[in-house]
Structure formats: C-alpha cells, structure tokens
C-alpha cells in the first residue's frame, strides 16, 4: 500500500488562533484535517511516513482559520437573489448596497443593463419603481422598447403596481376577463402590461413565485456560500432552520452540501415553536434525530428561540423610558413551556433578543430552566444581544450563558437610531463587547444577514468591535465598549465555533480540526485599526481545498 | 382608464408617512411575498385560485375578535379554516368544540381556528394542502398591519383567490384614531385598503354621533362600503360572502330572506331563463347601485354556450369570470343581492337584470 498523500502549506504567517501557540510558519493537512503546525522542519516526524507536496500559493498571506458567520439565514433569503432593485433610495441587497436609481431615465437605463447581463430566457424580475419620486410611467410598450422577448417584470416600490413587458404578459395566464380596474388595457383592448392593486398585482406577478423559488433553493445556497467566501468566511449558520418550508430546506441543503466545489460548511439550528407547532411532545426526539444527516459540511444541532422583534425594523423591546415616541417593540415566541422539553433534552438553545427588555425575558428563562433542571455547559445563548445594560452581562455569567451579538449596528445604524425609535443611550451602546469581556461572557460577533441592513462580512464586524465608529465613520459612540482586535478575532473564528458546539471541528488551526483557512493581503494584528475592514480577502481553504475569490 | 389617472386617485387618499417607515413597509412586503414563494410547497395540493381568502384587518381592540366568534359559533354551513392572531381572545361557546390544543381548535360545526404566528405563508400553505379542503380561510391581521399588503402575500400561494379585505373600525373612537399623529397613518391605511368597512361598536354611541360618524367615513374613502355591527352580529354572508358554490345552492327565487332577518340587512334573489348578452351584463353589473354589499350570480353568456359565468361582488369590487368546466343543470340564470335593510331597489334590479337577454 503506497503512502498517504499530505499537503503542506507555507504562509508568510499563520494565525492559529491557538493561544499556546499563536504563530506558526507552516501547516501539514492530511484528509482535509490538521496533521501538523510549526516549521517544515519540526514536523518532519509526520512528514517521513508520508507522500509530501509543498503547497507555496499561500506564501505570502497571512492565513487565519476559516471564519465563521454564526447567525444568518441563508436559505430562505436566497429568493431575494430573483429580484433586482430599481428604486430611488440606496437599498441594502445581496452584494452590498444598492445604489439608489433617482430618476425614471435612470430606471430605464438599469432595466436594459440587466438585459444585457442576464442569461437568455432568464426573466427580470425588478423591484423598487416610484413613480412619484422618480417620475415617469412605464407600460407594456414603454417596456418592449427595453426588451420584448425576455420576460421583464417591475414591481412598485409599494408593491400595488406591477409592470410588465409582453413577453411576462405572456407568462402569465392573465384571465381575458379580468377586472378592467386591476388589469389595464390600451384603448384599442390590447393589455397594457399595468397591473394594480392586490388582486391586480397578483394576477400579473403570479409567474415569478416559481422563478424565485427556483433561483432559491440548491442554486441560492450556492450563491450565499460564494457571498460567504468571499468575506473569508468557511463556516455559515442558520439561525432559522424549518421555519418556512422544512422539507424544502432539509432537500435543498443535503443536496447543495453533496457539491464537492461548495467553500462553506452549513450548521442549521431548528427553529423550534416550528418544530413544536409540527410534532408537539416528539419534537425534541425529531431535532435530536436530525443529526443522523451529519456530514463534515453540514451539521444540525441546537434550537432556536426568539424574545422580541426586529432592531432595524424597530420590534426591540426596550425598558424604561421605551421608545423615543412613547412605543415599544413585540414579544415573540420564546416561552419557559416551549423551551423545557428541549432543555431537558439537553439541546443548546439559542434565544433571540435585542432589546434589554427582551434580554431580561430571555435571562427569566434561563434561570426558571436553570431551577427546574440545573445544567452544565448548556452553551445558552443570547443571540443578538443588541441592547443590554452592564448587569445583563453579569447575570448571563452568573447562569452560564453566552452572547452571540450583532455588533455590525454599532457601525451601521448608531447615529439613525439616536434619532429614530431607541434614543442616544441604547442606540450609541449597541453590542456592549467590553461590558462582555469584563464579566467573563464568551461572545461571538454575528451579521444575521440578509434579514438585516448590514453586509456579512466579519472583518467589518471586528473593524465595528474594535473602533466602534458610527455610520458617519467620524463619531466614536461609547468608546470605552471597544474591545482588542484580538478579541475581536476570536469572536469571528474559535468563540463563535464554541457558541455553535463546533469547536472541535473548526475555529482554530490545531491538530485534528478542519484545514479551513481565512486568507488575507494584510495581517489584521498589525494594519491600523481603521483599515481593517478594508484588508483584501485573497480567498478561503476549505478542508485543505484552495477556493480563491472570484471577482 | 389610463394607469396615470388611476394612480392619482390612490395617492390622493394618500397620507404623508415618513421616509423611513414607508421604506420598511415596502421591504417588509416584498420580502413577505418573497418569503411566500420560498414556503409554497412545491407541489400545490388544491387547484389554482380554488380557496377563497377573506382578510379581516382593524386596529387592536376595534372588534376583529369578537367579529370571528360570531362567524365561528354561526358559519352557516361553511366549513372554515379561521387563522387568528390573537388566539388567546377567541371566545368559543364549549359545547361547539370538538377538540382544542395550544394553537388551534377543531369544532363540530367543521369549523377550525388556528393561530397564527409570524410565518403566515407556511400557515396558508398548510391550509392549502389539507386533504379536506375548507369552503373559505378567513385571515384575522394583526392591529399594526395593513390587511392588502398581507393580502398580497398571502396572494403568492397559488392556490388562494382573495374573497375580500374587511376593516373594522371601532365607532366611538375611529375619530380619535384618525387625527392621532401615532395611529393616523396606519388608519387610513387600513381603510384604504377595505372592500367593506365594519363599523363595530355603534351602540355606544347616540344617534347623532353616529351620523357624524358615518357622514365622515363615507366622505374618507369613496371605495368603501360600510356594514354596521353591535357586537359583531352580521350575517355570515356579508362578511364572507354569499355561500353558494354552484347553480343548485343559490337561494330560491320565490324563497323568503336568504339573511336571516334581525340584522339589519335584506338579500334580493332573481333568475331568468335564457342567454344574456355578455357586453350588456357587464355594463348592468358594473353600474349596481354601491348599497349593494354583497352580490354572486351563476349566468349563461350568450356567446360562450359552455360552463357558466360566476359572478361575484364585495362592496364595489367584483368580477365576472366565465368557467368552461362550471357544470349547469338548467338554462337559468341566477343573481342574489345582500344590502342594507330598504337600500334594495327590487323593481330596477329586475328590470335591468332582465334587459341584458338577448
């Protein structure tokens, strides 16, 4: 029997992430795992018994672990991938910001590029026209002269127009006698492409559904891995597995996971009121026995809870004073009933919370189970943990719990919301990290993309953890909740591992986890702290697999 | 009409909301709808636009609840599938409950009242694959909600029609709401989006309160119909329309009352032998009185000798929709008319039904 074949990849520095042993010049990789760190020649021990290549590609990168985004919700914000943006405001979206499209020629002008970039026969589906601020009118003809042969749907930005070209009016089986209110017609009783209102819109939008589920699915998770890849991450959670279509989600990720070309490692965690609302008594066994589906790119553990509403789109709750205009954000589904038969079943659970109203509903829990059935190391823990005050961090230590925050807000929303729902103080202490450190609390940095305004991209979440600048880039906002890049670091990669109970597996570069690496141009311990969400991703390695970005 | 003048007419009902709201109702919406087709099954159980949706909306307190214990305890035949958000107030007399856990309760009646959390796509999808398929879902929003925009979701599950979009409004204190900088834009935006308004509450007021009342709601929103309600007492066919799926269940011509009497309401049938000519029912249906609520009618086109025309009405919205595959048993054509008590011109109705045969 011939020898196994070893790779052994050299970097200008690797970051293990290993406190005992931070640096190292050189990482051997057997079967997509960690065979060995530190110089060629200390490791020549393992290198003699084996088939040995010298990989050099990485040689003058600064190498991290494989970074690890532990809250997101890849698959069912894949659809989103189906539509293009087209409206007046700049708009969040699957690559970054959407300009803003101002004005009708402007609208025009993006309609046609899309055609131009798209595949043949694939539709247009476009979101976002505004008429009253953008101007103009678009028909059927309007939309022919852009292209007639490619289906081509635009949608209002208040979705109560839909526009469409003739061959989306083509698409759609548009009933002859429809309503001549909802579908409008030319003088001469040809369709005139205008759909208005629900019963309008409906009928003319109807094709697109099955396009957006197809553009999600296998092929969406795909494209939100590449996203991933991209910012350097290798490892992805979800933080909402079945709660929209779960035999959907479960096929499309098995499937999608049998790719031998996907750069990202998926860890789902059941969203559990769903899983109870579907198999009552039996759903802590069901989640349990999810984990049968298993592989090294994808792992099923853990539940999900949620304690209050959106941060960006003002659900928190908030305690005294509330909101600025008196308001106050929504309770959700988290319940002591609903969590126990989990908890005594020894599942981690994660709970949603973002504001400091919701934190102390979410710690009650926490403590009521705690008495009801004392557990160690239960790893519960705090998602989002957006607003909170120094004495929340306390207890969560005092109960063993963990934070998984998103501190991105800090960053993208500090100075809107000391002005919109939450004032000053809890808008300018977002994601108090320090307030974490000095009590003891592992925490884990977090994006919740897409569902939120921020991209995913965790070297902006250390750059917002460690400078804690505002949108304006200019205005500190509580300056001593700053935290160490190092810290910061770890937040991305070996606690944010730890807070998915994967941290045997991935997080740090140590003998026996995954070969997965972050690789960068610049080393973030070193380049000034203002740059480093600007560090050039040079790409990832996924179990010793090279994945360079693609552009 | 042109699509401009049209969008002038919605936006004159407009009310100024800030920027930063209006961008989260819209990507609430369009994510909504996008959410709807990410949890569709992947195979549609019920047929096309088979399951009429009826969307009850309002503000907290406005008498959405107390609307849906009526229509619960008394479906008229109906077996519904009614999803409510706020479970907890749902008030079913117990010996009409056949079995009842956390989220949801079964009746004798055949009806089921389910609670519905924020994944409303996931819950009509659920509804839509039932083996036994409902007579109609009644969908009860949240008070923050605007009823069209989740319209419009639940409007991406394939096999949904939209029935109707039904605003309660409470009478003692709709006026308060629409002047309250918190509410005002929400109100409006709720009542814009009614095919019929249901104005709960009206015995708390005294007569000429409630003309005020009404004289003002009329004066909002031109589009609306407006149902008056004490307690939630109105007929099952109001509300959810008139219960008739084909030919042989539509109300005698020469029976009594198709509403029971009491309410406050009178229902109008009429049948004719023969063909109408399609041109000159629309022009007759297009130009009924707006007293008229509620209206269905099963008509044979002249032209199109096949199946039958099924026409429906909401407040001033309807439709006429021809069905090749909509079996007759007879030549006859049929229409029945729900509105207000002595709003129903019994004599022009026929005359002009009866002028549209060819």
């Known amino acids: ?551 | 009409m042109t699509e401009q003048t049209h969008a002038t007419s919605l936006c004159a009902d407009e009310m100024p909301v800030d920027p930063l709201t209006r961008a989260l109702d819209a990507r609430q919406t369009i994510a909504g709808m996008i959410f709807a087709a990410m949890a569709a099954p992947r195979k549609l159980a019920a047929p096309a636009k088979s399951l009429p949706l009826t969307v009850i909306g309002g503000f907290l307190g406005a008498g959405k609840t107390t609307l849906l214990n009526h229509i619960l305890s008394d479906p008229q035949g109906r077996k519904l599938v009614v999803l409510v958000n706020d479970f907890g107030k749902i008030n079913i007399d117990a010996a009409l409950i056949e079995d009842q856990t956390d989220d949801a309760i079964n009746l004798t009646n055949g009806c089921a009242c389910c609670a519905v959390s924020a994944d409303l796509s996931k819950a009509l999808a659920e509804v839509s694959q039932r083996t036994e398929r409902p007579d109609g879902i009644v969908l009860e929003t949240s008070g923050v909600a605007d009823p069209a925009a989740i319209a419009q979701i639940a409007l991406a599950n394939q096999s949904i029609r939209l029935d109707g979009i039904l605003t309660v409004v409470d009478a003692e204190t709709a006026l308060a709401c629409a002047e309250d900088p918190a509410t005002r834009s929400l109100f409006h935006t709720q009542l814009r989006s009614a095919d019929l308004v249901l104005l709960s509450k009206t015995d708390l007021l005294d007569q000429p309160q409630l003309a005020e009342v009404r004289e003002w709601l009329k004066s909002l929103h031109s589009r609306n119909s407006i149902v008056e309600a004490v307690k939630g007492r109105v007929p099952t066919d109001v509300v959810l329309g008139i219960h008739a799926p084909d030919h042989e269940t539509m109300p005698e011509h020469d029976a009594p009352d198709h509403v029971p009497e009491g309410h406050g309401f009178e229902s109008f049938s009429l049948e004719h032998d023969g063909l109408l000519d399609e041109k000159k029912a629309r022009a007759f249906l297009g130009a009924l009185p707006d007293t008229i609520l509620r209206a269905k009618g099963f008509l044979h086109l002249a032209d199109k000798p096949v199946g039958s025309a099924v026409f429906q009405r909401v407040g001033i919205r309807w439709s006429l929709h021809h069905d090749n595959k909509h079996k007759a048993p007879d030549t006859i054509s049929r229409l029945v008319f729900i509105g207000p008590k002595g709003s129903l011109d019994r004599r022009a109705l026929k005359d002009g039904f009866e002028a549209c045969f060819t």
């Open chain 1, 1 to 551: 029997m011939g020898k196994q074949k070893v790779t052994v990849f050299t970097a200008k520095k690797f970051r293990t992430m290993d406190p005992g042993r931070p640096v190292v010049d050189a990482i051997a990789v057997l079967d997509g795992r960690i065979l060995s760190l530190g110089s060629i020649e200390q490791m020549q021990p393992w290198l003699s018994r084996y088939d040995v290549t010298i990989d050099e590609t990485l040689k003058d990168k600064v190498v991290l672990p494989g970074l690890i985004e532990p809250h997101s919700h890849c698959w069912m914000s894949a659809g989103f991938m189906a539509v293009d943006y087209i409206g007046p405001l700049p708009w969040p979206g699957l690559k970054g910001m959407n300009p803003p499209h101002p004005h009708f020629d402007d609208v025009i002008e993006y309609l046609g590029e899309l055609d131009k970039s798209k595949k043949e026969g694939e539709p247009i589906i476009a979101w976002g026209f505004d008429p009253a601020n953008q101007g103009g009118a678009l028909d059927r003809d309007t939309l022919d002269k852009i292209t007639s042969t490619r289906p081509l749907f635009v949608i209002g930005f208040a979705p109560h127009f839909a526009y469409l070209n003739s061959a989306a009016i083509e698409m759609g089986n548009i009933p002859e006698d429809a309503n001549p209110v909802h579908v409008l017609r030319y003088p001469d009783g040809r369709l005139n492409g205008v759909f208005t209102e629900t019963e309008g819109v409906s009928i003319g939008i109807a094709p697109i559904f099955p396009v957006i589920a197809e553009l999600g699915g296998v092929s969406g998770l795909k494209f939100m891995a590449g996203i991933g890849q991209r910012a350097g991450i290798t490892t992805i959670a979800d933080l909402m597995f079945g709660i929209l279509n779960f035999d959907a989600e479960l096929h499309d990720h098995l499937e999608a996971t049998e790719d031998p070309d996907l750069p990202i490692r998926f860890c789902l965690k059941p969203h559990a009121p769903s899983f109870n609302a579907a198999h009552g008594d039996g759903a802590p066994d069901f989640v349990s026995d999810l984990s049968k589906h298993d592989k090294d790119n994808l792992f099923i553990r853990g539940v999900k809870f949620l304690s209050d509403g959106s941060f960006p789109l003002m659900g928190s709750l908030v305690k005294f004073p509330g909101y600025l205009d008196g308001g106050n954000g929504f309770p959700n589904d988290a319940t002591y009933e609903g969590m126990l038969p989990f908890w005594k079943a020894g599942h981690q659970i994660h709970c949603h919370a973002n504001g400091d109203q919701a934190v102390d509903i979410t710690l009650d829990l926490l403590a009521r189970l705690q008495a009801e059935h004392p557990r160690f190391d239960h790893r519960f823990t705090v998602e989002h943990y957006a607003m909170s005050n120094t004495m929340q961090a306390r207890r969560l230590k005092a109960l063993g719990g963990l934070a998984s925050v998103n501190n991105y807000f800090s960053h993208f929303r500090a100075l809107l919301h000391s002005e919109n729902a939450y004032g000053p103080d809890r808008a300018q202490t977002e994601a108090r990290l320090a307030t974490l450190e000095r009590e003891g609390v592992i925490f884990a940095l977090h994006s919740d993309y897409p569902q939120v305004v921020v991209p995913m991209h965790p070297l902006t979440a250390v750059y917002a953890a460690v400078n804690r600048l505002a949108e304006d880039e200019k205005t500190v906002v509580a300056a001593d909740e700053k935290i160490g890049v190092e810290r910061a670091l770890r937040a991305v990669t070996i606690d944010a591992a730890y807070i998915l109970n994967l941290e045997n597996e991935i997080g740090s570069l140590e003998q026996g986890k995954f070969a997965d690496f972050c690789v960068l141009e610049e080393d973030p311990m070193e380049v000034e702290p203002e740059r480093i969400k600007d560090i050039p991703i040079w790409g990832t390695v996924l179990g010793g697999k090279i994945f360079e970005a693609a552009e």
